[in-house]
């Protein structure tokens, strides 16, 4: 298949996609995969049409009248286990819960090629500074990375993780799940093939830890490589029940690999962002109930565009405290309350606080939100 140049656009015949909106409103399960393709194209009335389609979609898998979210905060591994770091990680850590936040995400690897269980005693250092703290940690890279170090295989390694305190896992470093993509976003011989992201992701869902699934549009993949991607992750699902949502995030053009800092020149447009976020909705249904935005990469009229064509999660606020801040490409990106409250009430809701795993925050965790006419207006 042939990659497309960066970011291009490639709106499809407004007859086919006309044709395949009246397959979704007949039988979303139905539909075939040049029908999905022809939807990821959608433009115009059209592409206004397949919103409203997947908003609907969203009403009917998810509190209708509810955007939820997550106190979190993020840590770059790199930082908290560097052996000079000027801040504990304990410190760290017991700032994010003064915070409120009940949950940590950190993601990256462990500098250096030492053997060892670093990455488990940097689990077990969280859960012991916060046995009430969840931990959302180590992509599948990273999961890999671990077990080798230890020699050990990737289903051991996971199950001495779960007992030291990691609750869940994201589902990042997925990008498009297809090798020819991955060959072409990496430098020669880095990409993690496919078979090894699936093998992970299957082998974290079977020791116990749910994650995220991920998508990662918007560069030199096609439509056909998005539905495969999107049919490949609602059989995991199917398989394992493992993923409780699915992220659909952009690649911005400042954080393309250097080799592809030629071609990286533009940035997705509104239009695909729409088609694939109420794509993503509807091709999930029966598979993965919660689709969130990474607010991070959107403006903030686009998130408010696709939080109405399918989108129910705004993710997290990703608190920033006074120490170490750094936290990776979302180092100072931060929602505040009266953020999550304002953009709840644009798209017509309420905003409602979550644990990570979508259930109710711990007694006594639930953060303050505002409460004036525009938010119960809401109601």
């Known amino acids: ?135 959302h940690a180590f992509r599948p890279p990273e999961i890999r990375d671990g077990a080798e170090r230890m020699n050990l295989d990737v289903p051991e390694f996971l199950e001495l993780a779960r007992n030291a305190g990691l609750g869940s896992v994201p589902g990042t470093a997925a990008q498009i799940l297809d090798d020819e993509v991955r060959a072409a976003l990496h430098p020669a011989g880095a990409p993690q093939p496919v078979a090894e992201w699936v093998e992970t992701i299957r082998a974290a869902h079977r020791a116990g830890l749910f994650s995220t699934a991920t998508l990662l549009y918007g560069h030199v993949e096609t439509p056909e490589q998005v539905v495969a991607h999107l049919r490949l992750l609602a059989s995991i699902a199917d398989e394992t029940r493992g993923f409780h949502e699915l992220i659909v995030m952009p690649l911005l053009p400042e954080n393309a690999p250097p080799h592809l800092a030629d071609a990286a020149t533009d940035s997705v447009g509104v239009r695909e962002t729409r088609a694939v976020h109420a794509v993503a909705r509807l091709m999930m249904l029966g598979h993965i109930d919660h689709i969130q935005v990474a607010w991070t990469k959107l403006d903030r009229d686009v998130v408010l565009d696709v939080l109405a064509g399918g989108a129910d999660d705004i993710g997290g606020l990703l608190l920033d405290g006074e120490l170490s801040p750094e936290s990776g490409q979302e180092a100072g990106r931060t929602l505040s309350v009266d953020d999550i409250a304002e953009i709840a009430h644009e798209v017509g809701r309420l905003p409602r606080q979550r644990r990570t795993d979508y259930g109710e925050p711990p007694q006594g965790r639930r953060i303050a939100l505002p409460q004036n006419e525009n938010a119960r207006a809401c109601g």
């Open 1 to 135: 298949m042939v990659l497309r140049a960066w970011a291009s656009d490639r709106p499809a015949p407004v007859e086919s996609v006309r044709s395949a909106l009246a397959a979704v409103r007949a039988d979303a399960a139905s539909v075939t995969d040049a029908e999905w393709v022809a939807l990821l194209g959608a433009d115009g009335d059209e592409l206004l049409e397949l919103c409203a389609v997947a908003d609907a979609a969203r009403r009917d898998v998810t509190d209708p009248d509810v955007m939820t979210f997550v106190v979190n905060r993020n840590f770059d591994t790199a930082v908290v286990a560097a052996d000079d770091s000027a801040v504990s990680i304990e410190a760290l850590v017991a700032e994010a819960w003064s915070l409120g936040a009940t949950e940590i995400c950190m993601q990256g690897a462990v500098p250096g090629d030492d053997r060892g269980d670093v990455y488990l005693r940097i689990i077990e250092r969280i859960h012991a500074a916060s046995p009430d703290m969840h931990l």
